[in-house]
């Protein structure tokens, strides 16, 4: 089943290759492109589309914005932002308000393809030298627990939340721990409700939060 992709960069050479590289798989097809944040907006709420691709800065309104816009029109669309910016702020805004791709423009050739079909299907997807960095950068400058509501974890609880906290998806954890994606799914939500979140990648930010030993 074909995959219908909106695409926005300010740089015309780059956007036209980007296009190239995602129709080299036949079951992508770029629908429109933009080359700002608010032509972007405006072609998305013009064509339905299923993957929504967007460089985080651009004139008019930045990537951000755009996805924070979009999202609120249509909150389960699947957004990939383009970065060349590995800090862990602007990262965590995307969580915040919803992203489900995080890729590294100069990975994108490799990248590209498979963060769309993550995404398309729900799932986060970030570069992976982006996450080797953040990775990196969160062991270093984690806050202090919240212990009165890290304390009402169990054990497993607490190893799943260590597992988010190093970017693993619900297969990778279910594989690693000999249990079914629904048994991690079921932690997720039993997790999400003991630490009072609520939102998409809640779990993950807060794991990113928290030294987990």
């Known amino acids: ?3 219908r992709l909106l695409i926005a960069d300010d740089h015309p050479i780059f956007l036209k290759g980007l296009q190239e590289v995602i129709e080299i798989d036949p079951d992508l ?4 492109s933009a080359k700002n944040g608010q032509e972007a907006l405006l072609s998305f709420q013009s064509h339905n589309v299923d993957v929504v691709i967007l460089d985080i800065d651009m004139p008019r309104l930045t990537g ?3 996805a ?3 999202l609120h029109i249509q909150p389960d669309l699947p957004i990939i932002i383009l970065t060349m910016h ?3 702020a602007p990262f965590l805004k995307a969580l915040e308000i919803g992203v489900l791709g995080y890729v590294l423009k100069e990975n994108a ?3 590209i393809v498979h963060a769309i079909y993550k995404a398309k299907d729900g799932d986060l997807y970030l570069s992976p030298e982006i996450s080797a960095y953040l990775l990196k950068k969160t062991s270093a400058l984690q806050r202090q627990p919240k212990n009165d509501l890290k304390a009402s974890l169990t054990p497993s609880e607490t190893q799943i939340m260590k597992m988010i906290s190093e970017y693993k998806s619900s297969k990778e954890i279910a594989d690693a721990l000999f249990i079914s994606e629904k048994t991690v799914s079921n932690h997720r939500m039993n997790i999400a409700k003991k630490l009072n979140l609520t939102g998409k990648n809640s779990l993950l930010r807060f794991a990113l939060e928290q030294p987990w030993g």
């Open 29 to 32: 097809k770029v629908i429109v």
């Open 86 to 88: 590995k800090e862990k």
């Open 68 to 70: 924070e816009k979009m």
């Open 109 to 111: 050739v490799s990248d």
């Open 1 to 3: 089943m074909e995959i």
């Open 64 to 66: 951000l914005e755009a």
